[in-house]
């Protein structure tokens, strides 16, 4: 007779098991004076040096009233607009997972803030970055169907075992791009847009190289996780690199 065998097979990880309630009770007047300052600093330091599509973001959302904001607030203004939603998570999500949420327009966010005394340095992103730093461009129209793009080409781009080449396109664009508006130099990228220190120094810095923002290069060009990055990428204008990353399949990204 035959044994009866049983195989237990690992369930798939699906995108919705990583979240978690945000809790935002359980944020402290400590954490909620954090945001505050984080808030007033950025907003000090980077007022004319945001791309205007930001400013427009941070006004449409109230980003500016004080605290830490509640996800269910600005999903009531985000989802009408855009379609996009915001999550709790308690921290980095894998890739394949992050890009599969944003191919859903759900957009993923730390349920935690740095301390006082981590102002400028952060081992992972939390909430002011993740709130900050890229719901507001979720609010503008174009943007917001490039990033979902960008899910899908990650989807794409992880199953063929070429990751890489889609998180450059996003690094290099959604988080640490800079862009011409009217001629002038502007912050386009969330890392940049929520950190006091990069900020600066990508936009004047003398020791960095500023290249045109193209598909291509993007593809080509590494990046830093543990650093400031040696190089940025500017984009001729927001409209250009939303038509340029939209315009990309997933058959030519894998061809670059
Ligand atoms: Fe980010």
Redesign the pocket.
């Known amino acids: 007779m035959l044994q009866e065998t049983i195989t237990k097979e690992a369930p798939a990880r699906r995108w919705d098991d990583f979240l978690v309630p945000q809790c935002w009770e359980s944020f402290t007047a400590e954490d909620h004076s954090v945001w505050d300052l984080l808030f007033a600093r950025q907003v000090e330091l980077l007022g004319t040096r945001l791309v205007s599509e930001f400013l427009d973001g941070i006004d449409l959302l109230r980003l500016s009233h004080p605290g830490i904001p509640e996800v269910a607030e600005l999903n009531a203004v985000l989802e009408p607009r855009t379609g996009w939603r915001v999550v709790a998570v308690p921290g980095l999500v894998p890739d394949d997972i992050f890009f599969d949420m944003l191919s859903k327009r759900v957009f993923p966010v730390g349920n935690f803030i740095r301390t006082r005394e981590q102002l400028d340095y952060l081992e992972a992103?939390d909430c002011f970055?993740?709130l900050f730093?890229?719901i507001p461009m979720l609010a503008h129209h174009d943007f917001a169907e490039m990033v979902e793009h960008v899910g899908r080409l990650g989807l794409a781009a992880i199953a063929a075992g070429e990751g890489h080449r889609v998180a450059r396109i996003y690094w290099h664009s959604?988080?640490f791009g800079l862009a011409l508006e009217r001629g002038e130099l502007k912050i386009l990228g969330?890392?940049l847009a929520?950190s006091f220190g990069e900020a600066h120094f990508s936009l004047e810095s003398d020791e960095v190289e500023r290249l045109p923002f193209c598909v291509e290069r993007a593809v080509n060009t590494p990046y830093r996780h543990d650093a400031f990055q040696p190089r940025y990428l500017v984009s001729s204008s927001l409209e250009q690199t939303v038509a340029d990353v939209l315009a990309l399949t997933p058959e030519r990204l894998l061809a670059i």
């Open positions: 992103p970055h993740d730093g890229h959604v988080e969330s890392g929520s």
